[in-house]
């Protein structure tokens, strides 16, 4: 009986190259790049073939092969997330460059949590909903079982509550920007 050498692969390709539609797709639904996508396919067959003798026989080819994708498209994604996103030197706008300091930003977070709870419960829930949640108006005074006016009324002194308390003894002073409802 003579062992065909070539079964491997011929087993490899029959299983494997039928799957490259679908992988496209689900790599294309994950980074949303073609060219992106593409190279994580490409990667992606690449693995498999490298480690094909290690899948189980008995295992499914296709779950093995969305599974090797799914786990370097998140390792690719936690990469980039810890790298940040890249621009060239040359290419990249000084605007883009450019940051605000961010040592207030923990203090400011602080001293705004510490101003809410100053706050009555009633302006603070509606200051919530609205700020925060980015409910309309209209949707917080049913959400509170409370008419419209006393929505405008509780939201307009809770804003200055809270004005007056960051701008009170704080170093850290608010512009009345941080305080108006998102459009």
Not at 22 to 42: K, S
Not at 110 to 124: F, G, N, S, V, Y
Request: proline share 5%; hydrophobic share 40%.
């Amino acid at each position: 009986m003579r062992l065909d050498r070539d079964a491997p692969l011929h087993d490899m390709k029959r299983l494997v190259e039928p799957q490259i539609p679908a992988l496209r797709r689900y790599a294309r639904a994950l980074v949303r790049d073609p060219v992106a996508a593409d190279d994580l396919v490409q990667d992606c067959l690449e693995r498999a073939i490298s480690h094909w003798s290690q899948r189980r026989q008995d295992g499914d080819a296709r779950t093995w092969l969305f599974s090797i994708l799914h786990n370097l498209a998140v390792n690719q994604m936690r990469q980039a997330a810890r790298r940040g996103r890249h621009d060239s030197l040359e290419t990249a706008d000084e605007a883009a460059l450019a940051h605000q300091p961010t040592q207030e930003s923990p203090l400011l977070q602080r001293d705004i949590i510490k101003a809410l709870a100053t706050l009555p419960e009633e302006q603070r829930s509606v200051l919530l909903l609205v700020s925060v949640e980015e409910l309309s108006y209209a949707e917080a005074a049913r959400v509170l079982d409370i008419p419209l006016g006393t929505v405008m009324s509780r939201l307009a002194r809770a804003r200055e509550k809270l004005r007056e308390a960051m701008n009170g003894g704080n170093v850290v002073r608010l512009d009345a920007s941080a305080f108006r409802r998102p459009k």
